[in-house]
């Protein structure tokens, strides 16, 4: 019998959106900007609770930036929103002078993360967020995996001091992790229990690792599934811990391979322990129009690439 | 304070500015002697800042219950620097220290080494005036009913950012910012009207829906009427555009009427020609 399973699918962006309704609630000093795209970051729940305490920007994103840092050091907590290609690459010099380098309490919340926005096309799929934000000094970079753990990392977020980058998504993928769960940033979350192969898993990735091992283990592979959301600053206890058991890696991210998860953990593992590894991200190009789940297949983020890539990773021990 | 207390002051910043320009021979003259008299009348007059029993000025970061000051054109940092410590904010004797290695006074503003009086970092231009409708914004919320200045150049004007901050504090009704443009008419690849022509600045800001006021930024008398009536403004539902006509190197007359002191440090001799034009009156660093 499968070990996770799930009753639900929902959109991680609707566990923001629940985060921040919890929040209008229970933290005053927690403020929201959007530029003009209130319903896609579902956000209707807190603004209905707190108008006053939300801040429509227009399609304005490097004066949402700005604002946020003025916000910041009047003593709010701002959660700059919108689509993750506005809010990282467009106005990547905004954050990285009023937020980062000031050090702002600012927390940058994103949806439309990656290939999974679909139909809209390479325009608003940006796959570099990861890459750029965690290049930035001080910034915490967080891909929480389905609707619970978003909700819980939307609420963990706003009780830590600095600047953050939350990264979320459109799709309807399987609910899975605990309901009011704590969600601790910078600890990985092991999933499965193995000793073959280490698979380090983001974001939407994480569910199709867990499919991935199962497949595996009909195989007689038994995987180590770990679910890393946070990037940075990236647990690397927990992946020493499970590279020394399994000897081989396998990373699973919906970002580019160059700046993502994989290589925080490469740089990480040639530096304290030498592994060979495989990669499950997209190789150095832009996406296009397509249904989602066409879209992972397509750029092999799924449970198969996984599967191909662990076996790849097992026979190069 | 008079006019007469704060033109002594600011002899004695543009002395600061010079030589602090020359320490490091590096560093943006012509704009931080233009913006001086602004500088002086603001942080020695027209702003209510948090300070202790004994008078001393008290650097709180989130600004509750006092004016804030945002530097947008960050580049005029010397001038930032000599009236923080001129005002208190940090020892004078560190002044001797802009732009060199190990220093809090970076090239560009910066909170980044905790220096006392900066609140945010600026340099790269256009950002400054977002940060203050978000502090001014952040006043409203908190029923703090102090004021939130923000400098910016005539030449960041060409930047998209400001134009965006210009559409949303009307919009949203931040009526407790005043902002400035500092209107040398110069940038760095020459006159701002043959760079990038900013054309009418009062009609552009008036028909996003600030209210306008003009004046000459190198008369201390009309910067202390013009700045109080900005404040008599705040309030009535729209944000305060001053455009400040100024000329780039006040003060010094080889300097003035040129984009050539931009970013050029003085030498020995030019050094001592300037020093000459102006009067030490509360003693330098």
């Known amino acids: ?317 | 304070m008079q006019t007469q207390e704060l033109e002594k002051i600011a002899s004695q910043v543009r002395r600061d500015i010079l030589r602090m320009v020359h320490g490091c021979q590096s560093g943006h003259p012509g704009g931080s002697l233009g913006c001086t008299d602004l500088l002086v009348e603001l942080y020695f007059n027209a702003m209510n800042l948090q300070s202790d029993s004994s008078g001393n000025v008290v650097f709180q970061m989130n600004g509750a219950g006092e004016d804030v000051f945002y530097l947008s054109n960050g580049h005029i940092s010397p001038l930032i620097y000599s009236v923080l410590a001129r005002r208190g904010y940090f020892p004078i004797h560190e002044l001797a220290s802009f732009r060199k290695i190990n220093s809090r006074l970076q090239g560009h503003p910066t909170p980044h080494e905790h220096l006392e009086g900066i609140r945010i970092a600026s340099g790269s231009l256009g950002q400054g005036l977002s940060v203050a409708i978000g502090t001014a914004q952040a006043k409203k919320l908190s029923k703090d009913s102090s004021f939130v200045f923000c400098l910016m150049g005539d030449g960041e004007q060409n930047e998209g950012q400001v134009w965006e901050a210009a559409m949303y504090a009307p919009h949203h009704q931040v009526d407790n910012l005043i902002a400035f443009i500092d209107v040398n008419g110069q940038q760095i690849d020459g006159p701002t009207d043959k760079v990038m022509n900013n054309r009418d600045l009062g009609e552009k800001y008036k028909a996003f829906g600030w209210e306008i006021l003009h004046m000459n930024g190198n008369d201390a008398q009309d910067v202390q009427i013009t700045v109080a009536k900005a404040k008599a403004l705040c309030g009535k539902g729209s944000p305060i555009m001053v455009l400040m006509q100024t000329e780039m190197g006040a003060g010094v007359d080889f300097m003035m009427g040129s984009h050539k002191w931009h970013g050029v440090a003085p030498n020995d001799q030019q050094l001592s020609d300037a020093l000459a034009q102006l009067t030490e009156t509360l003693g330098d660093y």
């Not at chain 1, 530029?35 to 896609?40: E, F, K, R, T, V």
């Open chain 1, 1 to 317: 019998m499968a070990q996770y399973t799930f009753d639900t699918k929902k959109d991680t962006r609707s566990g923001f959106g629940a985060g921040m309704e919890y929040l209008s609630l229970n933290n005053p000093k927690v403020v929201a900007l959007c530029a003009d795209l209130i319903g896609s970051l579902k956000l209707e729940a807190f603004i209905k609770n707190s108008p006053e305490r939300f801040f429509q920007t227009g399609i304005a994103e490097a004066n949402m930036i700005g604002i946020s840092a003025g916000l910041a050091i009047g003593g709010f907590i701002p959660f700059a929103t919108t689509f993750a290609n506005f809010g990282t690459g467009r106005v990547y010099d905004q954050i990285r002078q009023s937020i980062a380098y000031s050090g702002k309490n600012v927390k940058i919340a994103c949806s439309h993360a990656g290939l999974t926005l679909g139909e809209d096309g390479a325009t608003h799929q940006i796959l570099e967020d990861l890459g750029l934000m965690k290049m930035l000094p001080g910034m915490v970079v967080i891909n929480p995996c389905d609707y619970n753990q978003t909700k819980a990392a939307t609420i963990a977020v706003a009780s830590y001091e600095g600047p953050v980058y939350l990264r979320f998504g459109r799709p309807v993928v399987p609910v899975f992790t605990p309901e009011n769960q704590t969600f601790e940033i910078g600890k990985a979350i092991h999933l499965m229990e193995g000793s073959d192969v280490s698979i380090f898993a983001t974001g939407h990735l994480v569910w199709e690792a867990i499919l991935a091992a199962e497949i595996l283990k009909e195989k007689g592979i038994h995987a180590d599934v770990i679910n890393i959301h946070t990037i940075k600053p990236l647990d690397t206890q927990a992946i020493l811990k499970s590279v020394l058991k399994t000897g081989c890696v396998v990373s699973a991210e919906e970002h580019q391979l160059n700046g993502g998860l994989g290589d925080s953990i490469a740089q990480y593992l040639s530096l304290h322990k030498p592994t060979p590894m495989e990669y499950v991200g997209v190789m150095d190009s832009f996406g296009e129009s397509g249904k989602p789940a066409e879209l992972m297949e397509k750029y092999g983020l799924n449970a198969a690439s996984i599967v191909e890539k662990a076996l790849k990773a097992i026979a190069r021990k």
